[in-house]
């Protein structure tokens, strides 16, 4: 029989991503209307071991639902992955009372916890806070959609000034081993070509899209690049030398979008999912629900066990990718 949740610590954990602060407000304050105890630890796993752990009430998350970042704070904490480190957070978690856990951010953070219910048996429940949304069992990630509208509105910037002086801009974006950003904010900003890790277009094609749009009288192009993509092998500074080698008719920049993707006040619809992963995260942990993921599917809540969630393979939207070649022309 699962015991009473009576202290329910709340903490982000990894990179952050934009709608974390909403989902903390959303714990504290579920909490409170089930008339349970909430806590905040700061900088995460960090934070756990050291013992830096705050109560929370409704009024301690005001004005925080409009915010970027994460005003617990994040860190990466190398010395949680050890049992001596795990064991001091046992502790201070013990100190405070705190006997349920809801962690806030990527597959890392998922892991952690999950080994240390393996080890101590604190229930906890995950939220995938990641704008790279490469996280199974949920159709979107926390912060993929601000950040799909930051990558979008600084291209179309970049795109102003691409078109005045006759240029072609590679714009890099986030998405280390998936290409979500790229495809997603590639077609919603009219982008020449996109390209990502799982589909490898070839430096061959991308050089005949290339020298094709400009015969058709383009003057400019915008190539998004996922940052995990390896089309020359290296980098996006390798594929611009490559391209002005090859096609020297075109005047290239590189223009890397980097943290900026993670930053900045969370879209409506990143405030509303969040406030409903955090609502869930709660009362299934009240039901006595332990090692699960907080998800959206089909417009619901849903709950994944968490190594599926870790070890399962987002899939790429194909549908996507023919919308893409067909818009190039």
């Known amino acids: 029989m699962s015991r009473k949740i009576e202290k329910i610590g709340v903490f982000t954990s990894g990179g952050d991503s934009p709608g974390m602060n909403a989902a903390i407000r959303a714990v504290v304050r579920s909490s409170a209307f089930w008339e349970r105890e909430c806590m905040g630890i700061y900088r995460g796993y960090d934070g756990m071991i050291t013992g830096d752990i705050v109560p929370l009430n409704a009024r301690s998350v005001n004005n ?21 480190g795990r064991k001091k957070a046992y502790k201070q978690l013990q100190v405070a009372g705190i006997n349920a856990l809801v962690v806030i951010g990527g597959d890392g953070s998922l892991t952690g916890a999950d080994i240390f219910h393996g080890e101590y048996g604190i229930p906890f429940i995950g939220i995938p806070g990641t704008i790279d949304n490469d996280i199974f069992g949920t159709r979107t990630t926390l912060g993929f959609d601000t950040a799909l509208n930051t990558v979008v509105e600084a291209i179309d910037k970049i795109r102003d000034t691409a078109s005045s002086h006759h240029r072609l801009f590679f714009v890099e974006v986030m998405g280390r081993d998936v290409g979500h950003i790229a495809l997603n904010a590639g077609v919603g ?26 015969r058709r009288g383009k003057s400019s192009s915008i190539v998004v690049v996922a940052e995990g ?34 930053g900045g006040a969370p879209s409506c619809f990143d405030r509303v999912l969040a406030s409903r992963m955090g609502v869930k995260a709660v009362e299934a ?29 987002t899939k790429i939207d194909k549908e996507l990718i023919r919308v893409s070649d067909i818009m190039t022309l």
């Open 64 to 84: 925080i639902i409009n915010r970027g970042g994460t005003f617990l704070k994040s860190a990466r904490c190398p010395e949680f992955r050890t049992a001596e």
């Open 189 to 214: 900003a009219g982008a020449e070509e996109i390209l990502i890790p799982e589909e490898d277009l070839g430096l061959d094609r991308l050089l005949q899209s290339l020298e094709r749009s400009r």
């Open 229 to 262: 993509d390896r089309t020359t092998g290296k980098n996006v500074y390798e594929l611009k030398d490559y391209v002005e080698k090859n096609l020297p008719e075109y005047d290239v920049r590189v223009s890397v979008l980097g943290h900026m993707q993670r």
């Open 285 to 313: 942990l009240i039901d006595g629900k332990s090692n699960l993921m907080v998800g959206i599917h089909d417009k619901e809540m849903i709950l994944t066990p968490v190594k599926e969630a870790i070890k399962g393979q």
